[in-house]
């Protein structure tokens, strides 16, 4: 599986929200993370990282970001675009069960990576597991128009199956995406 994932590296960025290269869209994403982060510096752990748009955005932004994927082409990636930045760490391993110290986190921080995973509320699980006492959950997920992805309502009776409670944000805005969008998007703070 990381192979594909490898072979979508070199283009990931291109997506304006992936690579956030427009200042209007990486303000719109970097207003709506530190809206649902804690004051820095958090400990954040990006899960399924690519490549490290959101690592190096939230690390920018003061926080200390240790960030996971699975894909070594998509970790290359990130750590240049983390170059010598004080606060961000990227490391291959599986974002479904992370090489990452349990309760040692104030975020665990996941976009579009729970829906692509087997066994999803067995995850969950080990994703709380990595949090301090207090720590949430940030979840950016989707039901795409391809019929993949999941709902917010699946999302949410998933994170209550792991003990949270879930506060579920549409993200229905242009800004975000590069432009309009057809499918369903949206935050989870749990």
Not at 70 to 94: C, H, N, Q, W
Not at 164 to 187: K, M, N, Q
């Amino acid at each position: 599986m990381s192979e594909l994932w490898d072979a979508e590296a070199a283009t990931f960025d291109d997506e304006p929200d992936h690579g956030l290269h427009d200042p209007t869209t990486r303000a719109a994403w970097l207003e709506l993370l530190t809206t649902h982060l804690p004051s820095p510096p958090a400990r954040v752990a990006d899960l399924g990282c690519a490549t490290g748009t959101l690592s190096v955005l939230l690390a920018d932004a003061g926080h200390l970001v240790d960030a996971v994927d699975f894909s070594p082409a998509m970790v290359e990636r990130a750590r240049a675009k983390a170059g010598e930045r004080v606060g961000v760490t990227v490391a291959l391993g599986d974002a479904a069960d992370p090489p990452l110290d349990e309760a040692a986190y104030d975020v665990v921080l996941c976009r579009h990576v729970l829906w692509a995973l087997p066994d999803q509320a067995a995850v969950l699980d080990r994703w709380v597991r990595l949090l301090r006492p207090g720590g949430r959950l940030v979840l950016v997920e989707g039901r795409w128009h391809t019929g993949a992805g999941l709902t917010a309502a699946q999302t949410e009776d998933l994170l209550r199956g792991a003990g949270r409670t879930p506060a579920t944000y549409p993200l229905r805005e242009d800004i975000y995406w590069g432009g309009p969008i057809t499918d369903e998007r949206y935050l989870v703070l749990a």
